[in-house]
């Protein structure tokens, strides 16, 4: 179950706890401050001697107030949480993109280059890396029904396709402006009939279409509803409907594709409330039919109704569980669970939505 | 304290608090006393548990420790990945990840690689070496071997809880810092350290050993040139000479050389061209490649000074504007060089000491690196020349000088310190996080560069997109500049994010701009330092920029080559600002010095005044007689404010209304002389100063005060560099050959980074004086030695020495003595065998006392519940309460060692049932009872039957009753009614809802209170008859002190 946390309550201090303080203060400090000074005590106390009997009386009157505490707070809905930061295995320098295999596994790709494979429950599976990095890291990917992983390689402006075990299979796509070329690709999606959809940004912000053998379609990028061109589409899902999700990040709204390009509606302005957005980074269809949208600037997971209705949001601004910290992708796996990125707390979120 | 370690598993940091134990014979003494109202048992149980009270208070107060016993063991790799082993990087990883495979799996495994500088590349942990081979990160500062610091770090980087082993890597060329003594140290903490030697196979190498060139020469001589070349083999090949950059066209003769194995001499004779340094660098070909293994040590150089005529370097970014002074300066036969500062090339000390005084025309500060910039201030302040700046445009302030450290050499600030109201410029960056390695340290840097760079009375802000809560952030709000170091630690402090676009924050920083707190600047001036990765801004927003006249420069950086610059690119074009692709960091500080700049413009006046002589009898003005020269009016200056020093003479001033700004100001800076004339720019300001008949004296004047005085005493000085020791020797003589004796030499040595190397010279004979020096990095040395007898000055030396190249490419072997000698001096191993059979992770040494601080536990553990204990005991009237306490407190004892110990999982239910025992021992009278609580129902089902029936019996007794008297009740009650009204039978019906009166009365004392639960009550006295209902209270009060009694007497018991 998933609370609502827009108004992430904490525990106020407890009134034992400022006497405690208060005793603290005025019996150690002026003792500690004679020792800081390098004065010598008249009973001769040592400053080691000092902090034992303090934390000695402390701990004394802190077991006789116990229970007054409220209980920490329990974080909403995470029924998981794997990563560190580090460059071991199992360890995120900074992850920027996650998404589920159908088949159960899930793949993290972080700002090392690395793409690292966890089973459902977050155990390490193996890792491998990207060819290169020096220019920058991928910010997306997507695994097609067939098994092949598709990355967007966003500063080397190219897709690249590998296979279930890190082998490079193939790629597409070059730097420019023109029909088949990207400027800094951040996601695919695979529709039923396996078309891919790549989203990039620059100075092309814009959707173009891929047919199955890698042949370019169709690029559309523009909306008439609001009439703005998508700035910075970051993130993009295809949901049973055959209809195209993307996080327009830089607009600050959702924006509703058909597959041939036409654009069917618009979820979200920008601003902090249910209902609004900040800089979405990345959008999910659960199975169910709600919109999973996760905000990198707002550090938080959104839910829309197909319509456009704010269904509930999780997640503030922290380093806590429940907490988030500039995700950058969230992605919903075969169990139902999502997995989010925390991007600078470099871990994987779980929980159950 | 460790023997105590040795023989219990516990140990105290200052066991001098245990003397507190001496009060338990006391307290027991005293307790018995006070106790005696107890039975003997809780008597005991009371003083058992306050004296452990007292010795577990004592032993935390003592620190009590907890030792563990174990014999894991921590590894530490020292992998050198210098210079000389490079080629040998392979076989060090796939040694560490071999040996690492034979570890048991509590051991843990670290490694630091190191050359100059060591590095950490894996912590110590279990679970293996998990670095692929190849994939270290590059080492930086291949140049020279320090182990000593590698071994530092390891010994401050292993656990403290287990047996400790340093596997050194090495060739064992240290060239750097102490190995034996960290050796000893390590010695001294018990690890050994074993020995991987490295050899490499023999190889064919040629090196320059050193060349050598007398410190000085007079002109026209030829100077002799000694090199000495060491060589393998027998080599043939080329020498090439430069002098002062330039080749020198060597006769074929000259140029072939034919090396025997060892060392071989050179001569060389070389013409002088010049007075000043003159530096000779000479470079070795083979002719056959296959001859030298390492390129780097071919070369070797040398310098010479040729004594001469002074010259004076205008340094001018417009030579046509300062033609006029250079003709001035010349005809009063001041010898002057003009070059122009872009074409200024390699500019360091050595090249500024051929110039008794430079001249910094109209210079912006951007013209010049940090190392030319500090090279200018030792110019003056070590090396005793002299520094002019005129003003001008791009001089001064703004000409981005501030808190550069040619300012700190100058008599004045040129910041504007008193109150003038001037326009304010403001300056907004935009940081924008970079993809690649190091981004954000280099952005922060520069960031700083630029708050040291524009004046107090400025604005600056900064903005970034920062996390928790993610968002675009003023990080540095817009504000004046006054306090650069709070303003700096922010940036500091900034955690720069990924920024989704430009729009956000360029709109911010508009708003400010126009409206917010930098809207009343005068020059307003954006910089956005980027990768570009961002999203663009929209058009509007950037005619929005134009329109307001705020200036955009964007600074694409990116040295992997990664940049979306054609956004950047035209931002900057629109906005009239300036694109800048940085691909090396270096280059950063003089763009953002350049940038920032942009907003300086207010501090220049750029309307015509007349000076006026404030300090006639300055140096600088002798002969200039204010009534008949009255100076000629200038057209404008720069604003600066004379600094705070008796030193600082301002002769030439501007008087306003607002106060006076200095034109001219002088001081003597430690060596040097520096001279600041604020205005200058002769084609546009000065230009009825450079038609003054006075305009060349007055220059050639302040010319020669601030040259270098060069009194050369004349002694014979030699120089020599070995390894890395530079050893530098003056013979002191008189005119007629006396030795000169207890002579004060000082002297700093200059380095090529122009950092100070002290100096300290020894006499080490008859007018014999040497100083040593360590040198670290290679290139020039210079030294200016003043010599002095008491109070007397004979005048200085100049000097210097070079060091070709770092003691690291001249190695050619392993230093295996010095190897053997640290696996000698720390008992460890010497590993030759290979990783399979040296057995690194061998478990011999003796095991670890790890000390744990195990007060916190003790006083959770046992502390408590013993105080506990002591109050239950007391307090607790029941001895089923007791036993429960009793039980708890033993459960928690036991829980506690088996904690400490590890035990295993069948201790704690071993504890479990242990205190179980104890309590049921203690309530054994309970046992009975609690089975029939346990067993009530089992024995109430089996008798349902009989029950049932009984309650049938029971039930139609009852309704008979019930009936007969309803009927006799509603007879008597009629006949009431008839009569009176009478009282409800109050008291009866209140009895009804009785608990016996307890509640109603407090408790007389605790042990009363405390029997509410009590199981022993008295069950009621069924002898008794219910009493009437017309005696109730009375009959209440008397069962009730009855009943107390009887309980006190079974206390009694």
């Known amino acids: 179950m998933v609370h609502h946390t827009n108004q992430y309550s904490r525990p106020q201090p407890s009134p034992y706890l400022s006497i405690l303080a208060t005793i603290r203060s005025a019996v150690f400090s002026p003792r500690r401050d004679l020792h800081r000074l390098g004065q010598e005590d008249r009973f001769g106390v040592s400053p080691a001697c000092l902090k034992r009997a303090e934390r000695l009386i402390t701990a004394l009157a802190l077991t006789w107030i116990v229970g007054c505490e409220p209980p920490p707070l329990t974080p909403n809905g995470v029924v998981g949480v794997f990563g560190n930061v580090g460059l071991g295995n199992g360890s995120f320098s900074y992850p920027r993109a996650v998404t589920a295999d159908p088949a159960g596994p899930i793949l993290v790709v972080d700002k090392a280059g690395r793409i690292q494979r966890f089973l459902a429950d977050g155990t390490f599976d193996r890792v491998w890396r990207m060819p290169k990095t020096e220019k920058g890291k991928p910010v997306g990917m997507t695994v097609h029904p067939d098994g092949r992983i598709f990355v967007a390689d966003t500063h080397y402006h190219r897709v690249l396709i590998f296979d279930q075990v890190g082998n490079i299979v193939g790629s597409f796509g070059s730097e420019g402006v023109g029909d088949g070329e990207f400027q800094l690709p951040t996601d695919v999606a695979v529709d039923a009939q396996g078309d891919l959809y790549v989203s990039e940004y620059h100075e092309n912000d814009r959707i173009t279409k891929w047919s199955p053998d890698l042949q370019f379609i169709a690029a559309f990028g523009e909306d008439p509803i609001e009439g703005k061109r998508l700035s910075r589409p970051a993130g993009i899902d295809i949901d049973s409907e055959q209809t195209l999700w993307v996080a327009d990040a830089c607009n600050h709204r959702v924006v509703r594709f058909s597959l041939d390009g036409a654009a069917l509606s618009v979820i979200g302005e920008f601003g902090r409330e249910a209902g609004e957005l900040r800089y979405p980074y990345d959008v999910d269809v659960s199975p169910d039919g709600e919109i999973m949208v996760c905000e990198y600037g707002g550090d938080r997971l959104q839910w829309f109704s197909k319509d456009g209705k704010s269904l509930r949001t999780w997640g503030s601004s922290g380093r806590k569980l429940g907490e988030l910290s500039g995700p950058w992708g969230a992605a919903y796996g075969a169990q139902g669970l999502v997995y989010v990125v925390d991007s600078l707390n470099s871990r994987v979120q779980i929980l159950e939505p | ?1053």
């Open chain 2, 1 to 1053: 304290m460790t023997i105590v370690g040795l023989a219990l598993p516990f140990d105290f940091e200052q066991p001098v608090w245990l003397w507190l134990c001496l009060i338990v014979p006391l307290l027991i003494a005293a307790s018995i006393r006070s106790l005696a109202g107890l039975s003997p048992i809780r008597r005991a149980l009371a003083v058992t548990a306050r004296s452990f009270v007292v010795i577990l208070v004592a032993s935390c107060l003592a620190g009590i420790q907890h030792v563990q016993r174990t014999d894991d063991l921590t590894v530490l790799f020292l992998m050198d990945r210098s210079h000389s082993v490079q080629e040998q990087q392979d076989f060090q990883e796939q040694y560490i990840a071999e040996a690492a495979r034979g570890m048991a799996s509590e051991d843990r495994v670290g490694l630091i690689d190191f050359a100059r500088n060591a590095f950490l590349q894996q912590l110590p942990m279990s679970g293996g070496y998990h670095i692929e081979p190849g994939r270290l990160p590059p080492m930086p500062n291949t140049d020279r071997t320090d182990i000593a610091s590698a071994m530092r770090l390891a010994m401050a980087m292993f656990p403290h809880d287990t047996a400790k082993r340093i596997v050194l890597m090495s060739d064992g060329n240290d060239n750097m810092g102490d190995l034996l003594t960290e050796a000893r140290r390590a010695k001294a903490d018990g690890i050994p350290v074993d020995v991987v030697p490295i050899y490499y196979k023999h190889r064919n190498e040629v090196y320059f050993d050193r060349m050598i060139a007398p410190t000085h020469a007079e002109p026209g001589e030829q100077v002799p040139l000694r090199m000495v070349l060491n060589s393998h083999k027998a080599v043939a090949g080329t020498i090439t000479m430069y002098l002062n950059g330039e080749l020198v066209d060597l006769p074929e003769e000259a140029a072939r050389v034919h090396l025997n194995p060892g060392s071989n001499t050179l001569f060389m004779k070389m013409p002088i061209q010049r007075s000043g340094a003159q530096t000779y660098e000479a470079i070795f070909h083979p002719d056959n490649e296959e001859m030298d293994t390492i390129a780097l040590n071919n070369a070797a150089s040398a310098f010479t000074f040729v004594s001469g005529t002074s010259f004076v370097l205008i340094l001018s970014s417009n030579p046509s504007h300062d033609q006029p002074l250079a003709d001035a300066l010349a005809s009063e036969n001041v010898r002057v060089e003009m070059r122009n500062v872009s074409e200024l090339g390699a500019f360091d000390l050595l090249h500024m000491m051929n110039y008794s005084t430079i001249i910094l025309a109209n210079v912006p500060a951007a013209t010049f690196t940090d190392e030319q910039q500090e090279a200018l201030a030792v110019y003056v302040k070590d090396m005793g020349s002299g520094l002019i700046m005129f003003g001008g445009d791009e001089s001064f302030g703004a000409g981005g000088w501030i808190g550069s450290p040619v300012e700190e050499i100058m008599p004045v600030s040129f910041e504007i310190k008193h109150k003038r109201v001037i326009p304010r410029g403001a300056l907004v960056l935009i940081m924008h996080s970079c993809e690649i390695p190091r981004g954000n340290y280099w952005g922060k840097e520069m960031a700083k560069k630029s708050v040291d760079t524009i004046s107090s009375q400025d604005y600056i802000g900064v903005l970034a997109y920062t996390y928790s809560p993610g968002g675009e952030n003023w990080e540095v709000p817009l504000d004046l500049n006054l306090n650069k170091a709070a303003v700096k630690a922010k940036i500091d402090r900034m955690q720069i994010g990924d920024m989704p676009d430009f729009g956000t924050t360029m709109q911010m920083a508009f708003n400010s701009l126009t409206s917010g707190r930098g809207s009343d600047a005068a020059q307003k001036h954006v910089i956005i330092l980027s990768d570009g990765d961002a999203q663009p801004p929209s058009g509007r927003l950037v005619n929005k920029y134009v329109q307001a006249k705020i200036t955009v420069s964007t600074i694409s950086i990116g040295w992997g080559g990664h940049v979306m610059d054609r956004a950047l690119r035209d931002i900057a074009k629109k906005t009239g600002g300036k694109y800048y692709a940085a691909r090396n960091p270096r280059q950063l500080p003089q763009i953002f010095s350049k940038e920032s700049k942009v907003v300086r413009r207010p501090l220049i006046i750029d309307e015509p005044f007349q000076p006026q002589v404030l300090h006639m009898y300055s140096d600088l003005l002798t002969g200039i007689d204010p009534q008949s020269d009255a100076l000629p009016p200038l057209g404008g200056m720069v604003l600066t404010s004379p600094k705070h020093s008796p030193n600082v003479l301002v002769p030439i001033i501007r008087a306003t209304d607002d106060g006076e700004d200095p034109v001219l100001a002088h001081w003597q800076y430690e060596l040097g002389k520096a001279v600041a004339f604020t205005s200058g720019y002769w084609p546009k300001w000065g230009t009825a100063w450079t038609e003054w008949p006075k305009f060349a004296k007055l220059w050639a004047q302040i010319v020669r005060w601030t040259m270098r005085q060069d009194t050369p005493a004349n002694f014979d000085t030699y120089t020599r560099v070995e390894g890395n020791r530079a050893r530098i020797v003056i013979d002191a003589l008189d005119k007629d050959a006396g030795y000169l004796n207890n002579l004060q030499l000082r002297t700093k040595a200059i380095g090529p980074d122009n950092s100070a190397i002290p100096l300290q010279f020894t006499q080490t004979g008859p007018g014999k004086y040497e100083a040593q020096v360590e040198v670290e990095k290679a290139g020039q040395h210079l030294a200016n030695v003043q010599v002095a007898d008491g109070t007397r000055n004979l005048g200085t030396i100049r000097t210097g020495f070079s060091v070709p190249f770092s003691p690291e490419y001249r190695d050619l072997i392993p230093n295996e003595a010095l190897l053997r000698q640290v696996v000698d001096t720390t008992e460890g191993r010497w590993l030759d065998a290979g990783p399979a059979h040296d057995d690194v992770f061998n478990h011999d040494l003796p095991p670890t006392l790890a000390k744990r601080s195990a007060w916190e536990w003790v006083l959770a553990w046992l502390l408590l519940p013993l105080f506990l204990l002591d109050v239950a005991v007391r307090r607790l009237a029941s001895w089923l309460a007791l036993s429960v306490a009793v039980e708890i407190v033993v459960l928690f004892v036991l829980l506690y060692g088996i904690g400490i110990a590890y035990g295993p999982w069948w201790g704690i239910l071993g504890a479990f049932a242990l205190a179980e025992l104890i309590g049921w021992t203690i309530r054994f009278r309970f046992i009975g009872p609690l089975f029939d609580f346990m067993t009530h129902s089992v024995t109430a089902l089996s008798r349902t039957g009989e029950r049932s029936a009984a309650s049938l019996d029971q039930l139609k007794t009852t309704r008979e009753q019930v009936r007969d008297e309803l009927s006799s009740a509603k007879e008597e009650g009629l006949k009431r009614i008839d009569q009176e009204p009478g009282p409800i039978p109050l008291a009866s019906a209140r009895r009804r809802f009785d608990t016996g009166g307890h509640s109603a009365e407090p408790a007389g004392d605790l042990d009363q209170a405390l029997d509410g639960a009590k199981v022993t009550e008295p069950p009621p006295d069924k002898r008794r008859p219910p009493p009437p209902v017309s005696k109730e209270d009375q009959e209440e009060t008397t069962s009730r002190l009855l009943r107390k009694k009887r309980k006190r007497e079974e206390e009694k018991e």
